[in-house]
């Protein structure tokens, strides 16, 4: 199993920046994907974007596609995620998630609410 903790929520005004982390602990960090989705109010949980176990291969959801950028530090047992130009749709709680097998996310972390105002 692995523990997944995000952090780095907050709130910021549009075209601001913010980069969340998830430390994740337990089994070894470099045999899963990871992911990040987020949930708006009232919405479905939806995919942002992924990053293979390398890191070396990324996937990104076109609403964030060149403001959001995904990356790994394997020896940290971290991921990132660093969101530049957010706009208030950017509004939501924000998980991590870890795979063994690809695209089956059987981890979640807690969530961290990101507030974009205009």
Request: hydrophobic share 30%; with cysteine.
């Amino acid at each position: 199993q692995v523990q997944l903790v995000e952090s780095g929520g907050g709130s910021v005004q549009a075209g601001g920046s913010l980069r969340l982390s998830c430390a994740a602990s337990g089994r070894t960090f470099s045999t899963y994907e990871m992911a990040w989705f987020r949930q708006a109010p009232g919405k479905e949980r939806e995919f942002v974007t992924r990053i293979s176990r390398s890191g070396g291969i990324k996937y990104y959801a076109d609403s964030v596609k060149g403001r959001f950028t995904i990356s790994r530090d394997n020896a940290k047992n971290t991921v990132y995620l660093q969101m530049n130009s957010l706009k208030p749709e950017d509004t939501a709680v924000y998980y991590c998630a870890a795979a063994l097998l690809t695209g089956t996310y059987d981890y979640w972390g807690q969530g961290t609410q990101v507030t974009v105002s205009s």
